[in-house]
Structure formats: C-alpha cells, structure tokens
C-alpha cells in the first residue's frame, strides 16, 4: 500500500505561481510513476503530468506544457508540482498519484492505482 498526502494549493491571482507538493508513504519503492491529475467543477478528471522514477522523463498535458514543471526527491517520497503563469481554467481539485506496476509513463487513469485526497487550487482573474 501506499499513502499519498497533497499540500500546497491555495488561491492565486492570475499570472501568479503556486507549488504543490505530493508525500508518500508505505510501500514507496513501488512508486514508479508519479503523476498528477485536475478536476475543474463539472468535468471530468483530466491528465496534467506525469515523471518516471528516476526523474529524467516527464510528460506534461498541452494545456499545462511550458508552464508546469514536475519533478521528485525520491529521498523524500515527494513530487513536487511547479505551476507557474498560472490562469483561471487552471482551477481545479489536484491529486497526485502513483503507478506502482508500469515504469513507463503513461495518461491513462486506470494505470493509476493509488490516490491522494486532492487539494484545490483556485486561480481568480
């Protein structure tokens, strides 16, 4: 099992950055991929990025791609989130994630087997 806590969120101007970071617990050497995901009100839940376990590849969703960096300390059992220049349609529920089967990176939900509890991020215009 692993346990995975989000911090960070907050609400932001437009324009402006926020950091969230993702704590893992448990059974952390099956943290393979790490990723992060959004739900805005009334959607689904979207794909925004994703690291393998050494760090050295990531895959970012279009909407978020040059604006959003991920990365991970895997001494810490932590991925971070970098959200910078961010926009009101980047409000959204945040989760982190962990695929502890595949260590290739990939967007599907259902490769996701362990889920943090999600925290808001609201960007005002």
């Known amino acids: 099992q692993v346990q995975l806590v989000e911090s960070g969120g907050g609400l932001v101007q437009a324009g402006g950055s926020l950091r969230l970071s993702c704590a893992a617990s448990g059974r952390t050497s099956r943290t393979y991929v790490m990723g992060w995901f959004r739900q805005a009100p009334g959607k689904e839940r979207e794909f925004v990025a994703a690291?393998?376990?050494?760090?050295?590849?990531?895959d970012f969703a279009d909407s978020v791609k040059g604006r959003f960096t991920i990365s991970r300390d895997n001494a810490k059992n932590t991925v971070y989130l970098q959200m910078n220049s961010l926009k009101p349609e980047d409000t959204a529920v945040y989760y982190c994630?962990?695929?502890?089967?595949?260590?290739?990176?990939?967007?599907?939900?259902?490769?996701?087997?362990?889920w943090g509890q999600g925290t808001q991020v609201t960007v005002s215009s």
């Open positions: 994630a962990v695929d502890s089967l595949n260590t290739m990176l990939g967007r599907a939900q259902s490769r996701y087997d362990y």
């Open positions: 690291i393998s376990w050494s760090g050295g590849t990531t």
